[in-house]
Nanobody, 124 residues
Framework: QVQLVESGGGLVQAGGSLRLSCVAS????????MAWFRQAPGKGREFVAT????????YYSDSVKGRFTISRNNTINALYLQMNSLKPEDTATYYC?????????????????WGQGTQVTVSS
């Protein structure tokens, strides 16, 4: 399994930007598709974005498409989420997740390893 630690969350005004990072330990990162999910208070965890093992293919939820960008750097075992034009409805705890294989996925059950999460709060 891969151990994941997120960082980069914080408080930002609507329209602002944040960049989340997720650092992975373990030898399987470069063979793992990755994703970001989020969970708002009182709601279930939802898919945000996913990227394949070498970063050549990505997929986004409709709610963040055009505003968020997922990327990865396999040389340093890092995953990123650049979030622009943030809205109050983006407020949530953001989690990175790793698959046991190389290909894109959007379901929680498709991911074997999870980080502890980083809080993002967008004020109006």
């Amino acid at each position: 399994q891969v151990q994941l630690v997120e960082s980069g969350g914080g408080l930002v005004q609507a329209g602002g930007s944040l960049r989340l990072s997720c650092v992975a330990s373990g030898r399987t990162f470069s063979n793992s598709a990755m994703a970001w999910f989020r969970q708002a208070p009182g709601k279930g965890r939802e898919f945000v974005a996913t990227i394949n093992y070498i970063g050549e293919s990505t997929y986004y939820s409709d709610s963040v498409k055009g505003r968020f960008t997922i990327s990865r750097n396999n040389t340093i075992n890092a995953l990123y989420l650049q979030m622009n034009s943030l809205k109050p409805e983006d407020t949530a705890t953001y989690y990175c997740a790793a698959r046991d294989n190389k290909w894109l996925a959007t379901r929680l059950a498709d991911f074997a390893s999870w980080g502890q999460g980083t809080q993002v709060t967008v004020s109006s």
